[in-house]
C-alpha cells in the first residue's frame, strides 16, 4: 500500500502540510514516500497505489512546477487508471481560489482515471491552508491523511 | 451491490443516456433503479452503494430541478461519505458547458464525502452526447457503466 | 445605468451581503433595484445594465431556488449578451465551496454573453462570507459593489 | 487598442487558432501582436489593452508552459486590473478537458481583475477546437476576434 505526497513549496506554507500530511500517513502504518516534485520523476508515480499532490494557490490553479510536472505523465497515459488521488493547496487569501487550484488537481486525475474522495465534514475538496498552518488546517490534513489510508485500502 | 440512476431530462437525450447507462448495469448484473429526478426522494439515496446522476447542460450547471433534489439532500448530510458517485451530461452544442455541468454534479457529490473516478481514454469526467445520443456517446455511457460497477466492487 | 441584485437566502447571511452591495451601489448613485429570487421575473432582468446575483454555498453551487430561475431565461437567450454580471456567495465553512458557487454563477452569466471581471485584491472572482458578514467581507462586498459601478459605467 | 494573441502549441493545432484569431483582429484593424509564449516577456503584457491566451488541453487546464509564464506576472500584480481578456483551447476529444482548460486561464485573468465575456451564440467561453481545426472551429475563432475587438473598444 504505497503512498507518495508530492508537493510544491516556494514561502514553505504546502511543505508543511505535505510534512502533516506525511507524518499522519506514517502514524496509521502507510509506506509513504514524499517529495518536492524536482526530486521525482513522473514514472515513478507507477510504483504507488495513491498519489497526493498538493500546490500553491497561484492565479486559481496548480503552480506551473507542478503543472509541467503533470503533463510530463502523457507518456505513460492510462497507467494510473484505478489509482487513489488527493490535492492539497494553499493560499495567501480566503477566497483566493484555493478551491480551484485543488480542483485543477483533481481534474488531472480525473483525466487519469485516477480515484478521489471528498469529505463530508472537513475541507471538502481537500485540505486548505489560507496564509499559515494554523490547527484548523493541521486537523483538516491529518483527517485527509486517516481517511486517504482507507481509500486505499478499500482499492486495494 | 445497489446501485441507481437518476436524470432530469426534458428533450430526452438525458434520459436515453441513463437508460443506455442503467441497460449496461444490469447486463453486468448489478441491483439497478432508474428514476428520474421527480420519482425519487432524497432519502431513497441512502439505500444506494452507487449514485448515478445525469443532468441537460443549462447554463453550465446542473438543472435546478436536479440541484433543488440535490440541496434536500442537506437533511442527512454526512450519511452519503464514502459511496460511489458518478455523473454525465447531454448539451446542445459543443463547448457549451458539458464538462462543467458534469463537474457540478461531481463537486456536489465530493462535499458529500462520495467517491468519483475518471476515465482515462473515454469521456474523461463523465459521458457526454452533443446534440444527440450518436455511437460515439452510447460506446462512452456502456463504458462509464462498466467502469462504475467495478469501483463500486471494489468498495464494498 | 441601472443595475440589479438578486439573491437567495434562507439563513439571512447572502441576504446581508445584498444588502450591503446594494447600499454602496446606492451610495455611488448608480439606479439600483434588489430582490429576493422568489420575487423577480426572469424577463425583468432586460431592463438592467448590470446583474449581481448572490447566493449561499449549497453543494458547491448555486442554490437550486437560484438555479431554477437561470435555467428560465433560456426563453430570452442572447438578449443579456454585452451586460455586466457578478456573483457572491456565503458558506458555512472556509473551502467548502464558495469559489465554486460563484464561478457557477459566473458560467452561466459568460454562457449569456455577459461580461465579469474579477478583483487583483479583494475576494478575487468575488465577494464571499464565511459563517458571517464580518469586517472583512463587508469591505470585500463593498469594494465589489464600486468596481461593479466603473465596468457598468464603461460599458455603457 | 493594441492587443495580444499567445499562445503555446506542440501539434500546431493551437498555433493555428491563434493565426486566425489574429487574422480576424488584423482585419478589424486592431493593432496586434502574436507570439509564441516562449518569446514574449511577462512584463510585455503591460503594454496591451487585450490579452487573448490559448492553450492545448493537458490535463483539464492550460499547459505548463503557459501556467509557469503566467505564474510569473505576479510580480505585476495588480497591474493587468481592468484590461480584456480571453481564452482558447485544443483538445484530443470532446468531454477531453477543454472548457475547464479554457476555465483555467480565465481563473488566471479573472485574479488579475481583467475583463472577461462569454459568447451566447458561438463556443461559450471561448472557442475550442476538437482534433482538428475545422470550419466550426474557425467560425468560431473568427467571431471570437470580433467580439473581443468590440469588448476591448467598450473598455478604452
Redesign the interface.
Known amino acids: 500500500m504505497k503512498i507518495v505526497v508530492i508537493y510544491y513549496s516556494r514561502s514553505g506554507t504546502t511543505k508543511k502540510m505535505a510534512e502533516i500530511i506525511y507524518d499522519e500517513l506514517k502514524n496509521n502504518k502507510a509506506d509513504v514516500d514524499i517529495f518536492p516534485v524536482s526530486e521525482i520523476k513522473p514514472e515513478q508515480l507507477l510504483e504507488y497505489k495513491g498519489i497526493i499532490i498538493g500546490s500553491p494557490t497561484?492565479?486559481?490553479?496548480?503552480?506551473?512546477?507542478m503543472?509541467?510536472?503533470?503533463?510530463l505523465?502523457?507518456s505513460f497515459?492510462?497507467k494510473?487508471?484505478?489509482k487513489a488521488g488527493g490535492a492539497f493547496s494553499s493560499a495567501a487569501?480566503?477566497?483566493?481560489?484555493?478551491?480551484?487550484t485543488i480542483?485543477?488537481i483533481?481534474?488531472?486525475?480525473?483525466?487519469?482515471?485516477?480515484?478521489?474522495?471528498?469529505?463530508?465534514?472537513g475541507?471538502?475538496?481537500?485540505?486548505?491552508a489560507?496564509t499559515t498552518v494554523d490547527q484548523?488546517c493541521e486537523t483538516?490534513c491529518r483527517r485527509f491523511a486517516q481517511r486517504f489510508i482507507s481509500?486505499v485500502e478499500?482499492?486495494a
Open positions: 497561484y492565479y486559481g490553479t496548480l503552480s506551473g512546477e503543472k509541467t510536472f503533470i503533463d505523465t502523457v497515459h492510462g494510473l487508471d484505478g487569501n480566503l477566497a483566493g481560489g484555493n478551491e480551484t480542483l485543477s483533481i481534474e488531472a486525475m480525473l483525466i487519469h482515471g485516477m480515484i478521489t474522495q471528498g469529505d463530508s465534514k475541507d471538502h475538496y481537500g485540505p486548505v489560507v484548523r483538516n481509500l478499500k482499492l
